[in-house]
């Protein structure tokens, strides 16, 4: 049985709250939502599909605490996807197939989405150049931290401190700390 929105949003809160059941049982959930999502937009892939799901998986874990729980649950994991699935074409530098590109990109929510990358891009813009740049190479564009080092001329060493330190700094911001 599929679960509903509904039932994915109650079990996003309830892990939100600190049940770790309920934030297990909605990973669980999301699974075969997430592979029919990608396996419709990247036929003849089954491996990228399934990445992409980890990916997304891992997506939802890590920002979770950016949900807004007074808002559809759907609309913001297919946001991570939908922005996701734009990574991989581009990472394999892949044009999306134009008949997909409308429902990749307009779906309900879909301006919430964009409100949370210009609020990304607002928060990225109060840190020191560095910092935002190797998170949005790392974090946002996917890439690995041996080529935003080559890409910035920087060490490993200090693209994982200035992303773990800009990280640090945004989480800080975000919690009202700074």
Not at 15 to 33: I, K, N, R, Y
Not at 91 to 120: S, Y
Not at 151 to 167: E, F, I, M
């Amino acid at each position: 049985m599929r679960n509903g929105e509904e039932q994915l949003r109650a079990m996003m809160i309830a892990g939100l709250g600190g049940d770790p059941q309920a934030h297990e049982s909605l990973l669980t959930a999301l699974v075969p939502l997430l592979r029919s999502f990608f396996r419709r937009r990247i036929r003849d892939a089954e491996d990228d599909a399934e990445d992409l799901v980890q990916e997304t998986l891992i997506a939802v874990h890590n920002r979770r605490a950016s949900y807004d729980r007074n808002r559809a649950f759907t609309a913001w994991l297919y946001a991570i996807a939908r922005y996701k699935l734009v990574d991989h074409f581009r990472r394999r530098r892949r044009l999306c197939p134009i008949e997909e590109l409308g429902d990749i990109l307009v779906t309900e929510g879909f301006e919430d989405a964009i409100a949370a990358v210009l609020d990304l891009q607002r928060l990225l813009e109060g840190l020191p150049a560095k910092q935002a740049r190797l998170i949005r190479d790392t974090k946002l564009d996917g890439l690995s931290v041996t080529e935003a080092a080559e890409s910035a001329r920087v060490g490993r060493s200090d693209v994982k401190v200035s992303v773990h330190r800009g990280l640090k700094a945004l989480a800080a911001r975000i919690r009202g700390g700074a």
